[in-house]
């Protein structure tokens, strides 16, 4: 039996572990019927073998793994006979290398977290070693973006299964970055696996700032106080928004809202008031800075003023020196004395004279009750000549004095005339340096000292006219009364608006106007639908006046009005009538100036009149824009939607009130409302308005009248600075109602820096803002319609949204622009 050569080919990268591929050639014997394989361990010594078919190879498994093998074959005939051995060949199985499996980590969710976030913890799952292996883990974590999160802390103990990572970002940053999260087996190879994920941190407007001011105790009928502010910022250095800052009082009545002055960007700036005096107690002043954006716009701070009692003195008015004649009492003397704390019912009064020959305590009475009273003095009887007298009121604690010289003369010859004063003034002739001669026509005018008024002549003679004429007759005494004038603190520009009380009625309400000087002249106008009024007169020393008006068409008018004192200072009250109607007036004054007292309210604002959702009544919303100058004068200019164009002027009163009367139609209607500056959650300007148009079958719009009682609202507008915006969206839609609009529909639009609008929406739309007057205009062609419509509005910026109108065939539509989320006002739907 015959055997060829015997190899043993391996090839390791196709070899399962243990294994050796065995090739031998083939016997020339025809009678070669199979092979066996012998194999061992060692050279010679074949301790295993296994019987083959007539095949040239074959593959041994189960082979020791690092171990030499020799291997020999022979072959086999069909009787079972065996061949010699072939040549032996050996083969060293390869060693197996463990190879270290990946460690595990789950994959990490995406996280979305606005800027100024807190600490944020992420949680890590799946960690192990991998699949029968133990090594001990660490774990670390990297962020692409450490200026805006830092690498993020680890937390983790192997060789647990879970763990944490934590970070804060940056402060006032925004952007994203990608964290890596890699766990580490420490082997040689095959010993990471890193997950990443994506942190988004979104844009949010910082909140202002604002350092609290510290509380503040002063006492009663303390001068002006200043108030520094500090601390004023946008919230962010990455932040420049124009900044305002507001500042009211919860006591009014103690500490009205102070003035502030403020510059943006400045940090500082300061806060000025005057505690009302007399008044105690305590007020609450919020100090607000806010910069104008759709959110985290306001940051308030708030200090306590507290204001302490001091006992005021009493007072009393001065008393004018007297003259009179002996054996005779003087007129009572009227005087005023009043008191803060005590009332002047409770004072008590005592008087003292320097010569007591001539008058004692006892020749002096008193009269009068309350605040007015009077003092006689009846000098002994046959004395003449001269005395201080002095009055003395005392509350009780402290007393306050007044002191006048009284000169008692021998009775006049019966040809001389007695001329005495009360009052700083004089009396011109001096009729007591001449003798008069009885039956003769005299004259003498009473002459007021500057910041007094004559009160009139009374003794002998009673009249208001300061020229008093006479004929001259025996023992003639007469005196000249002069009063601290009135007129000068009330002088000042005063308006307001009249209508009935039941309801405001088109031919009963208008507007006036009356300027008041120093010697208490007055002149004014009436606005009553397209007609206006004239009148002029003089207030008497009750501040009150009473003056007829002749119209050229209607019956004539009364005006009758008065200006408050005390409490009710700077308040003008009264009544217009024709006999048929009476029309209450209300008003007040104005006395701002640019200068010395600009109005609190200065600035421009927007002002919205919303639609009605009544059946033949504007469905638009009406619009204008406010300006408000220094000294205190109101200008308004605005569409109504009816297609109107209106404006009006007045002047904004001491309490922030605004008289706004519009005569509209040549007369047919008018808008009518006081308004209010006010600085509300929703709003800066709000009043119920009234708005009458009569019928009108020529009218394109509402030919059939309406009477709509609306809300009217305003917003401050303060002018963006580029690349701000005069509202701050983004993202937004403009939608559109009601009129002569076949369906509602709405555009999405997208604002881009400097108010640039793009629309979003497949039907066309072109909008576009005026960042100087805060008003937009634009077209928009309704989705399956041909023909574009042309719209316009104001922004109102305490909303971040806009309103206005279309104007159709004879109907208005409503137009907003708001976020997604409409914010939530009742009067503006």
Known sequence: ??????????????????????????????????????????????????????????????????????????????????????????????????????????????????EDAS????????????????????????????????????????????????????????????????????????????????VTVNAVNDAPTLNAPGNISIAEDSGQQTVNLTGIGSGAANESQTLTVTASSSNTGLIPNPTVTYTSPGSTGTLRFTPVANATGNATITVTVNDAQSANNTASRTFTVSVGPVNDAPTITSINNQTMVANAATSPISFTIGDTETAAGSLTLSASSTNLVLVTATNISFGGSGANRTVTVTPIADQTGETDLTITVNDGTTSTSSTFHLTVTDAPPQNQLLVSTQGAGTVSPNPLTSTLVEGKAYSMTAKPATGYEFAGWYGSFNSMNPKLSFVMTSNIAVEARFVPSPYIPNAALYNGLFYEEEAVRLHSAGSFKVIVTTRGLFSGTLQRGATRHSFRGKLDLNLHASVSIVPKTGLPLTLDFQLGTNSNAGEVTGTLTDGLWTADLTGAKSAFNTKLNPAPQTGSYTLVIPGSDETGQPFGHSHGTVAVRGNGMVAFSGTLADGTRVSQSAYVTQDGAWPFYVP????????????????????????????????????????????????????????????????????????????????????????????????????ALKLSFSSSRGTFKGSVTPPGAARSLSFSGVAFQKLNSGYGMILGTNLSSRVVIAPASVPTLTSLP
Not at 29 to 53: F, M, P
Not at 182 to 191: C, E, F, I, L
């Open 1 to 114: 039996m015959v055997f060829c050569f015997f190899t043993v080919l391996t090839y390791q990268s196709a070899l399962a572990a243990g294994s050796a591929n065995l090739i031998w050639d083939a016997s020339p014997d025809a009678n070669v019927a199979g092979y066996k394989i012998y194999y061992g361990v060692a050279s010679g010594a074949y301790t295993n073998s296994v019987s083959l078919g007539n095949v040239t190879s074959t593959t041994l498994n189960g082979l020791s793994n690092g171990a030499t093998y020799f291997f020999v074959a022979t072959a086999v005939s069909a009787t079972g006979i065996e061949s010699d051995f072939s040549n032996e060949t050996s083969y060293s199985v390869p060693a197996v290398v463990a190879t270290n499996r990946v460690p595990t980590l789950n994959t990490i969710a995406a996280v979305s977290i606005n």
């Open 664 to 763: 509209l139609y040549k007369g047919a209607g008018s808008l009518t409302s006081w308004l209010t500056f006010k600085d509300e959650a929703e709003d800066d300007i709000n009043g119920s308005l009234s708005w009458i148009k009569l019928t009108n079958g020529l009218a394109k719009y509402f030919p059939l009248g309406f009477t709509n009682e609306a809300k009217a609202v305003g917003s401050v507008y303060v002018a963006p600075r580029f690349p701000f915006k005069v509202i701050e969206l983004t993202d937004a839609i403009a939608s559109f109602a009601g009129g002569n609009l076949p369906a509602d529909f709405a555009n999405n639009i997208s604002v881009a820096p400097n108010s640039v609008v793009s629309n979003q929406s497949s039907n």
């Open 119 to 198: 600490q944020q913890t992420v949680n890590l799952s799946g960690i192990s070693a991998g699949t029968g292996e133990s090594q001990t883990l660490t774990i670390t974590a990297s962020s692409s973006n450490t200026g805006l999160i830092p690498n993020p802390t680890v937390t983790y103990t192997s060789p647990g299964t879970t763990g944490s990572i934590r970070f804060t970002p940056v402060a006032n940053a925004n952007g994203s970055a990608t964290i890596s999260v890699t766990v580490n087996d420490g082997q040689a190879a095959n010993n990471t696996v890193t997950r990443t994920f994506i």
